[in-house]
C-alpha cells in the first residue's frame, strides 16, 4: 500500500503541479482545499474536477467559515486590528485556520505526509509548516516548489509532458480572496512607489451617489445591517457587497514579514475596515479610558501574533479571555455613510453609553462638581510638577 500524502490545494499552477509530482514519489494524493469565504459552490467543483483530472485519489473541500469567525474574525473585531493601522489581516488571519483543518485531515485518514505550494519567498510557507510541526510533528512536510525551486515555465512543461495541457495564462495580478478580505499583488506592489491601476482590484465602482447605512453590535458582534437581524459571516458578505460597489476599503499595507524582508500588498477590505471603524467608535463611548487604553496594546500584540504564525501561543487565548470580558456593555447601533472611495463614521446609539448628560455637557455645563471644586483639583495634580521644576530650575 503506498503511503498517503494530504496535499493543501488550491487548483492553481503550483498545486496542480505538486499532485502528479508527488505521484511519481510513491505516493497516494489526497487534495484537501479548505474555504474561509474565499470562493463559490461553482468554483470549488471546478478545483474538484482539476484535482480528480490530475490524479488525485480523492478530493474534499473542508467548510472553515464559521470556524474561522468564532476562533479568528471575532476577536479581531473585538480588538479593532488593523496591522500598521491599515491592515485588517486579510489573509494572513486565515492561513492558521486553513492549516488546522488539513492537519485533522491528515489525522483523520491516516496520512504519513503533508504537502502544500508554497515558495521559499513568502510567509505563508512558515504559516503552513509551523502547524503542521506543532499539531502533527510526526508527519513528514513536503514542500515542492520551495524544494525544487522551479520556475513557472518548468512547472508548464513539467504538466504538460505529463499530459496536461490546462490554460495556464498568468493573470497580471494576484488575488487571495477570504471572507475578511482580498489581498492584491503585482509589479507596481514590488516596488515602493508603484501605485496599482484602477483595473487591478476585484471589484469596480459602480454606485457614485451617497449612502447610509446603521450596523447593529451586540456585545461587540456585528448582528443587525439597517435593523434586519442576521449571524455575522453574512452580515460581513452583504457589507462586502454594499460597500465594494464604492471602491470602499482599497488600501496598500506595509509590512515586516516573518521572515525578515519588508513586503507590499495591496487590498480591498471594504467590511471589515467598516466593522472595525464602527466598533471602536462604539467602544470610545462605552468603555473606560483604562480599558481602552490597554485594549490597545494588547490588541496590537494580538494581531502582531496572529500575522506571524502564532495563534498556538498560549497568550493568545489569554488575550482572548481578555478581549471577551471588554465586549458585555459594547451594544447599540452605528451610522455609517458610504460614498465613492469613502466611508464615515457618523454617530453611533447605546444604551451603554458613558457620555451621559446627567453628569453634564462637554464643554457647556458640569452637574457634578463645581468651578472651585476644579482649581482644588488642578492644584493637587500639578504638585508632582511643581517640585520637579523647583528642584531643577534649568
Request: proline fraction near 4%; aromatic fraction near 10%; hydrophobic fraction near 40%.
Amino acid at each position: 500500500m503506498k503511503p498517503k500524502v494530504v496535499l493543501a490545494f488550491s487548483g492553481g499552477l503550483d498545486t496542480s503541479f505538486c499532485v502528479p509530482y508527488l505521484m511519481e514519489k510513491g505516493l497516494e494524493v489526497h487534495t484537501v482545499i479548505v474555504n474561509t469565504g474565499g470562493f463559490s459552490a461553482e468554483e470549488a467543483k471546478k478545483i474538484e474536477e482539476r484535482a480528480i483530472r490530475l490524479g488525485a485519489s480523492s478530493h474534499t473541500c473542508i467548510d472553515a467559515v464559521d470556524e474561522y469567525y468564532n476562533r479568528g474574525i471575532k476577536y479581531l473585531i473585538f480588538g479593532n486590528v488593523l496591522k500598521n493601522n491599515t491592515y485588517p489581516l486579510s489573509v494572513s488571519s486565515e492561513r492558521f485556520f486553513q492549516a488546522l483543518s488539513i492537519v485533522n485531515f491528515v489525522k483523520k485518514i491516516g496520512a504519513e505526509y503533508v504537502a502544500h505550494g508554497s515558495t521559499g519567498a513568502g510567509n505563508d510557507q512558515v504559516r503552513f509548516d509551523l502547524v503542521f510541526e506543532v499539531l502533527a510533528p510526526e508527519v513528514n512536510i513536503i514542500a515542492p516548489i520551495r524544494e525544487l525551486g522551479l520556475s513557472r515555465q518548468e512547472e508548464i512543461d513539467y504538466l504538460k509532458n505529463k499530459g496536461f495541457d490546462f490554460s495556464w495564462e498568468k493573470s497580471k495580478y494576484s488575488i487571495n480572496q477570504g471572507i475578511w478580505g482580498t489581498s492584491v499583488g503585482g509589479v507596481e506592489t514590488l516596488s515602493s512607489a508603484g501605485v496599482l491601476p484602477e483595473e487591478a482590484y476585484p471589484s469596480q465602482i459602480t454606485d457614485h451617489g451617497v449612502e447610509r447605512i446603521v450596523i447593529g453590535f451586540d456585545k461587540g458582534e456585528p448582528v443587525s445591517l439597517n435593523g434586519e437581524k442576521m449571524p455575522p459571516v453574512e452580515l460581513i458578505h452583504i457589507l462586502h457587497k454594499t460597500a465594494a460597489k464604492y471602491g470602499i476599503g482599497r488600501d496598500v499595507h506595509v509590512g515586516d514579514t516573518i521572515i525578515g524582508t519588508k513586503g507590499r500588498v495591496a487590498f480591498e477590505a471594504p467590511a471589515p475596515l467598516i466593522i472595525v471603524k464602527a466598533h471602536h467608535l462604539l467602544e470610545k463611548h462605552v468603555l473606560t479610558k483604562q480599558q481602552l487604553y490597554w485594549k490597545d496594546q494588547l490588541s496590537n500584540w494580538y494581531g502582531q501574533l496572529m500575522h506571524e504564525a502564532q495563534y498556538l501561543e498560549p497568550v493568545m487565548r489569554n488575550i482572548e479571555v481578555f478581549l471577551d470580558d471588554t465586549q458585555k456593555f459594547v451594544s447599540g447601533e452605528v451610522e455609517v455613510e458610504l460614498r465613492p472611495y469613502h466611508f464615515a463614521v457618523l454617530g453611533c446609539s447605546s444604551t451603554n453609553d458613558l457620555m451621559n448628560s446627567a453628569f453634564g455637557s462637554y464643554g457647556e455645563i458640569n452637574k457634578s462638581f463645581s468651578g472651585q471644586d476644579v482649581v482644588g483639583f488642578t492644584k493637587v495634580i500639578s504638585n508632582p510638577l511643581k517640585i520637579y521644576y523647583t528642584v531643577h530650575k534649568d
